[in-house]
Nanobody
């Protein structure tokens, strides 16, 4: 069974930093893109940043220059370093990965972590 386990998050003042990590575990054959989404109360879930196994990065404009996504392919782990945090970054952050399980249908599927709360106080 494949699962994503997140760690990090918490409460920080505006201008501070936090780091998130997400590790994919279980019977995994291959992992393509990994990334982070976020969902604030009353708002739709939005993509924050994704990174392919080859290191290609896509991110939303509002986090460019402040957030850095990276991954360790050998450990199937993705990281999000968040600097210069703003109150509008407050949300539940969810890890996402496109994974081919070792046993199953033989196709890639999207998996989600349980989410971790990031709260930025003004």
């Amino acid at each position: 069974q494949v699962q994503l386990v997140e760690s990090g998050g918490g409460l920080v003042q505006a201008g501070g930093s936090l780091g998130l990590s997400c590790a994919a575990s279980g019977s995994i054959s291959s992992v393509r893109a990994m990334g982070w989404y976020r969902q604030a109360p009353g708002k739709q879930r939005e993509l924050v940043a994704t990174i392919t196994s080859g290191g290609y990065i896509n991110s939303i404009d509002s986090v460019k220059g402040r957030f850095t996504i990276s991954r360790d392919n050998a450990k199937n782990t993705v990281f999000l370093q968040m600097n210069s945090l703003k109150p509008e970054d407050t949300a539940v952050y969810l890890c996402n990965a496109n994974i081919l399980p070792r046993y199953g249908s033989g196709s890639f599927s999207a998996y989600w972590g349980q989410g971790t709360q990031v709260t930025v106080s003004s």
